[in-house]
């Protein structure tokens, strides 16, 4: 596993992250298996993983509890990120944007508790909150950083302004934004912005939800309570036209003797080091399959195939509003 530096805190990581938030929610219906998840994150430690992603919100709370049950006397091995601010700590712990430096501090010590440590490495801001402005919300951070108790933080799905505005009031780490074949957006400004100050990039689902995999050809694969099934890009005339995506992705695939994940992840790790996608799963067959990925390696013509592949139809989420992002 090739280890890059994480943004500006010098830490190293690497290359390939494991997101590990369908382990215990949005995707597994009711087939949650600590056990096997557990299983799971102690391979990806033993490929050379070392960066795990999960959020107060993924269960809640359940998903940084089961990392901490995976970690127990490993927490040296790893690099801990997870995310605060869309649950309501100052009020009824509902869902809601809330950047204050209050509850902040109510988030920190939550994910302190259950994860079992007494310092996070890479703490996010989840969503924006347009009712806080961002130098409060990275003024908190600040100080918990000079206190110990995170290592360095960064921002979920943040304008370039906003990048700006936080990084001008304390270095960003991060920035996590969905990224990969079928989501090309941060290319515009978020990169641009992230390269110019150091920070480092962290694509979400950079499998396109498990569709740049090649697999569903269907919404009848998914579990009834999956929510891709609500989402545009799944449903009707956008999945039969996304399916064509694949098939391309697909034939490069054949070309390098590697899986179309595979191809997928290679073409995101060969547009810059400082890009660490953060791949999901909770099997190890499917890990191992993403591990490897780091060693495919794309032609300049294979690499601009998938560069011109069309848009996607459908958005991103059936509610683009930030909560729901």
């Not at 992230?194 to 569903?216: A, H, K």
């Not at 003797?257 to 999901?280: H, S, Y």
Request: glycine share 10%; no cysteine; aromatic share 6%.
């Amino acid at each position: 596993m090739k280890h890059v530096k994480l943004g500006a805190t010098g830490q190293e990581i690497g290359r390939i992250g494991l997101g590990l938030k369908g382990m215990s929610a949005f995707y597994t219906g009711a087939a949650v298996d600590d056990d096997s998840s557990i299983r799971t994150i102690h391979r990806a430690i033993e490929l050379g993983v070392t960066f795990f992603d999960t959020a107060e919100i993924y269960g809640p709370y359940i998903n940084e509890e089961l990392l901490a049950k995976a970690i127990a006397g490993r927490r040296d091995e790893i690099v801990i990120a997870t995310k605060f601010g869309t649950i309501l700590h100052r009020g009824d712990n509902s869902r809601g944007l809330d950047g204050s430096a209050e509850n902040v501090r109510l988030s920190v010590e939550g994910s302190l508790s259950r994860l079992g440590t007494d310092y996070i490495d890479l703490l996010y801001q989840h969503r924006m909150d347009p009712g806080t402005p961002v130098e409060e919300t990275v003024g908190a951070l600040s100080e918990l950083i000079a206190e110990g108790k995170i290592g360095g933080y960064g921002l979920s799905e943040a304008a370039p302004s906003t990048i700006r505005r936080a990084h001008a009031v304390h270095p960003v780490t991060a920035i996590q934004t969905e990224y990969s074949l079928w989501s090309r957006d941060p290319e515009a400004e978020i990169l641009p912005t992230t390269r110019e100050l150091g920070i480092t990039f962290v694509p979400y689902s950079p499998l396109g939800r498990g569709f740049l995999t090649g697999t569903i050809r269907s919404l009848d694969q998914l579990d009834d309570t999956d929510f891709r099934r609500g989402n545009p890009r799944f449903e009707g005339d956008n999945l039969q036209a996304n399916i064509r995506i694949v098939e391309q992705v697909d034939a490069v695939a054949r070309d390098v003797q590697a899986t179309p994940g595979q191809v997928a992840l290679a073409w995101l790790l060969a547009q810059g080091d400082d890009i660490v996608p953060i791949p999901g799963t909770k099997r190890i067959s499917y890990l191992e399959e993403n591990v490897a990925a780091g060693g495919v390696q794309l032609s300049h013509t294979q690499l601009a195939t998938l560069g011109n592949l069309h848009a996607p139809e459908g958005d991103r989420y059936a509610d683009m509003s930030p909560v729901n992002r």
